[in-house]
């Protein structure tokens, strides 16, 4: 996809888009869980949302245009972090609540957080996993075990993947 250009979504004008944004989302019983995209997901395991403005065809990612729902703008070059480290999440929770899942930041504070984690570019790139095609793979997962509701087991074995529990 291409950078992030202003993504504007005004609750009024573009309602009967929110409401197909909203028809695509599972949303988890507690508040410390994931509201999880359940439409189009790419080869890089993040979700697709596809809009049609001013006649032209648009792609965002739904944890950006769940940013917009809530704010009315998103200015170029902001992107939705995800928190919780769920890249089919498109929970906004208040910046009060301790369970934060997608919260606006920078190209740089995505960089910083990755380093932080030892994920991506740099000397950590020595893995030798297909980190898209694992992340693909996850996200398809999540969204099969919530497309008809939520299933907390389904869920947890999405989540979990091939990595044993330690219990």
């Given amino acids: 996809m291409r950078s992030a250009g202003e993504l504007t979504v005004d609750r009024r004008v573009h309602a009967s888009e929110i409401a197909r944004f909203h028809r695509h989302v599972v949303c988890g019983p507690a ?37 917009a729902i809530v704010s009315g703008v998103v200015p170029a070059g902001v992107l939705g972090l995800h928190e919780c480290d769920n890249p089919v999440c498109v929970k906004i929770a208040d910046a009060t609540d301790p369970h934060q899942h997608v919260v606006s930041g920078s190209q740089g504070d995505n960089m910083e957080r990755m380093a932080r984690m030892r994920r991506g570019g740099g000397r950590y790139a020595l893995r030798r996993i297909d980190s898209r095609g694992v992340r693909r793979e996850r996200s398809v997962a999540l969204r099969e075990a919530v497309r008809h509701g939520w299933d907390a087991a389904a869920v947890q074995a999405a989540l979990l993947g091939d990595q044993p529990t330690l219990w």
């Avoid at 359940?38 to 990612?61: M, N, Q």
């Fill in 31 to 67: 508040v410390s869980d994931c509201d999880i995209w359940t439409g189009a997901i790419g080869a890089d395991g993040y979700g697709r949302f596809y809009l049609t403005r001013a006649g032209s065809g648009l792609c965002v990612r739904p944890h950006r245009y769940a940013l």
